[in-house]
């Protein structure tokens, strides 16, 4: 079968050069630096041994997620960076599995999941340094493709110069590459990892959610290395998150948080939708209070700067409890009473939320030095992955967060 992927990532403003001709005319020319299609059969695709590659350098990392003592780093539509996390003041990196079109990941019981453009792929895991895949599921994640052209498309790192300051708008749709990015570590069983924030791949009840655009997939994971996919779910458009919290599914749009009861984890049903202005839209959750970050960019369309403090009590009629301004949150993450907020190029902030009506007046701390995109308030460690690199931080007191160590990037982008 083939397919044709439509365009989900990155498109960033590099420079602006103005050039004044010997009549004092001005001239702007815009170089932009995108990702340009290269068409490749699935079939090719398939036909590929994925086997564990040496270590590399990280480029242009995506998500992040953690298992036991290990780290993964998601290099967007390339692979999977895995590190010895064991000691965070000196991670390791062990190794890279090549993953084509690979945007998402989770484990569960020693089994590693990821997506390969419309397939998801298992792998077992259990000896870090013998990966091998255990299942392929084919054409489950068909809605993020058209079949008219009979290809599917990867992307080639390209710069484009033009006068024309609009032309990333014209016949192409972008998603803001930092919505390639749920951390709730206590809650999670012992068999599943975390992933940050921005998650798209969740697991809960023996089972994997995916989200996209507009659906929730459900796959039946209760045997972990025998991944069946059991139906799709109609989730209207916008959809960019998904964070368990016991036996729901909460799920960030750009319009609003959905609320889903997974009770019956086979076919979660909608509980509710708590709706706000147009603006990207993470969330994470306690057993009263749902905490969403909203704010404007580049796939962000009239968005406001701010975090929400939405009252779930009854998850039937949410509503919101209060709002605080922001500069431009993205991530975010709970321990306890402390919120951690990704404030992208703005720094990294931390906060008692105790009393959430009261949220503004107990800022703890403000790393501006710190880009971020997401994180994880992990076991041993805050994860905290920017432009920049990863970097992990002593967060028992989370009024002095203390920098343990680095990964920096071969491959430096700005945050929007």
């Not at 058209?146 to 992307?155: A, K, L, N, P």
């Not at 993450?333 to 990704?342: C, E, P, S, T, Y």
Request: proline share 6%.
């Amino acid at each position: 079968m083939k397919y044709f992927i439509l365009p989900k990532s990155i498109l960033l403003l590099l420079t602006v050069m103005v050039f004044f001709s010997c009549q004092d005319e001005l001239t702007t020319t815009y170089t932009y630096r995108t990702m340009l299609p290269v068409y490749l059969e699935m079939s090719d695709i398939r036909a590929r041994v994925i086997s564990t590659e040496p270590a590399k350098p990280l480029d242009n990392p995506g998500k992040i997620y953690i298992y036991k003592d290990y780290l993964f780093i998601n290099e967007p539509t390339k692979g999977i960076h895995i590190l010895n996390n064991s000691n965070p003041s000196n991670p390791t990196n062990l190794s890279f599995i090549p993953i084509a079109g690979n945007i998402d990941m989770a484990v569960n019981g020693d089994i590693l999941y990821a997506d390969n453009y419309v397939d998801l792929l298992a792998f077992d895991i259990s000896n870090i340094n013998d990966i091998k895949l255990v299942k392929r599921v084919e054409d489950v994640f068909t809605h993020m493709y058209r079949h008219d052209t009979g290809e599917v498309i990867t992307f080639k790192d390209t710069v484009i110069t033009s006068d024309n300051p609009m032309w990333h708008r014209e016949g192409t749709w972008f998603m803001d590459a930092s919505m390639s990015f749920s951390s709730n570590f206590s809650a999670a069983s012992k068999s599943y990892g975390v992933g940050g924030s921005m998650a798209r791949f969740t697991l809960s009840s023996g089972h994997l959610y995916a989200v996209d655009e507009s659906t929730l997939r459900v796959f039946n994971v209760e045997n972990a290395d025998d991944p069946n996919f059991v139906k799709p779910i109609d989730l209207g458009w916008g959809i960019e998150t998904i964070f368990p919290f016991e036996d729901k599914l909460f799920i960030g749009s750009n319009v609003g948080m959905h609320i889903y009861d997974a009770s019956t984890p086979s076919s979660p049903t909608r509980m509710s939708v708590y709706e706000h202005v147009q603006a990207c839209d993470p969330v994470v959750v306690n057993s009263e209070y749902a905490f969403v970050t909203l704010r404007n960019g580049n796939a962000c369309w009239n968005g406001v700067n701010e975090l929400q403090v939405i009252n779930i009590k009854d998850p039937y009629r949410p509503y919101m409890m209060e709002q605080y301004p922001m500069q431009n949150p993205h991530g975010l993450g709970l321990a306890g009473d402390f919120l951690f907020i990704a404030e992208g190029s703005y720094g990294l902030k931390s906060f008692n939320v105790s009393d959430v009506l009261a949220i503004d007046q107990n800022q703890l701390e403000f790393l501006t030095d710190q880009k971020s995109v997401d994180l994880i308030p992990g076991p041993k460690s805050l994860i905290v992955i920017g432009p920049d690199g990863v970097c992990q931080f002593d967060y028992s007191k989370p009024s002095q967060l203390k920098k343990l160590s680095c990964i920096q990037v071969s491959n430096p982008v700005n945050v929007y």
